[in-house]
């Protein structure tokens, strides 16, 4: 039976994050054997949102489609450029009329194409439209096309990222949660198909507070005052999952996490 074979890159962050994905993916891809690499980029950027040349880095180190979320519009110059890339995605319940893309379609190796989407949370997040009602509106224009449809759900809660899973389950390949930069250990496969993680985690410095200089994150919970945050330089690694997928019925197969080192 042929396996469709799909990486979620959980957020990069900053150049640390980049570098362990340029450095760590070709192995990763090899080993794996990779149809597809999927990565969440809105820390990529000196920790805060993308710029043009960054999207043009992570695809040249071979990430296919880039997620984001909430720090998406964090660097300004993002407006210029993000409708360039079909495959550079930002949150698909942001109300008509934001720039961008939501979801896209791409072909695998397969033969079969693959549908990713962006969604955002809304509990202790900014309100957007609601993500439920939106990942339908998505997965009913990519069914035309994907039979694959993998979804990154940026969210705080995990209560409202477990909802989505359950939510979709025999409904899309995967829910993968983004955002809290911590891998949780609850990869499962739901009983009717959908694979689900909640956090896949952080790509970047480990020797920090969710990829930031544990100093300065110290501080402003002990002074209360506002601080610069700066993206951290020691222990980098990539944590992701791997997913397999039966791509004649889009139902998932495996769920495997990772977390790799890099060793310099």
Not at 212 to 228: G, S
Request: charged share 25%.
């Amino acid at each position: 039976m042929t396996v469709a074979k799909i990486l979620f890159i959980g957020d990069i962050v900053g150049k640390p994050g980049r570098v362990a994905v340029r450095e760590l993916l070709p192995a990763i891809i090899e080993n794996h054997r990779i149809d597809l690499v999927v990565a969440n980029c809105e820390n990529a950027a000196a920790g805060f949102g993308v710029t043009r040349e960054v999207v043009e880095e992570l695809f040249r180190n071979r990430v296919d489609v880039l997620t984001s979320g909430n720090h998406i519009w964090d660097k300004k110059e993002v407006l210029e450029f993000v409708e360039d890339y079909e495959t550079l995605l930002r949150p698909a319940n942001y109300p008509a009329g934001v720039p961008g893309f939501g979801s896209v379609a791409v072909p695998s190796p397969t033969g079969s194409f693959i549908g990713v989407i962006n969604l955002s949370g809304r509990v202790f997040m900014h309100s957007l439209d609601c993500p439920f009602r939106s990942a339908e509106k998505e997965i009913a224009k990519l069914a035309k096309k994907a039979s694959i449809i993998l979804v990154d759900m940026h969210a705080e809660a995990t209560s409202e990222k477990q909802a989505l899973g359950w939510f979709l389950d025999g409904r899309v390949s995967a829910v993968v949660g983004t955002h809290t930069h911590v891998q949780t250990a609850d990869e499962r496969i739901l009983p009717n198909g959908t694979a689900y993680i909640t956090d896949v985690g952080m790509t970047g410095p480990f020797d920090s507070i969710i990829g930031t200089r544990k100093e300065i994150v110290l501080e402003r919970f002990l002074t209360n005052m506002p601080n610069k945050f700066d993206v951290a330089r020691g222990d980098a690694r990539l944590q992701g999952v791997v997913l397999g997928v039966d791509p004649a019925n889009g139902k998932a197969l495996e769920i495997e996490r990772l977390n790799v080192c890099l060793h310099v």
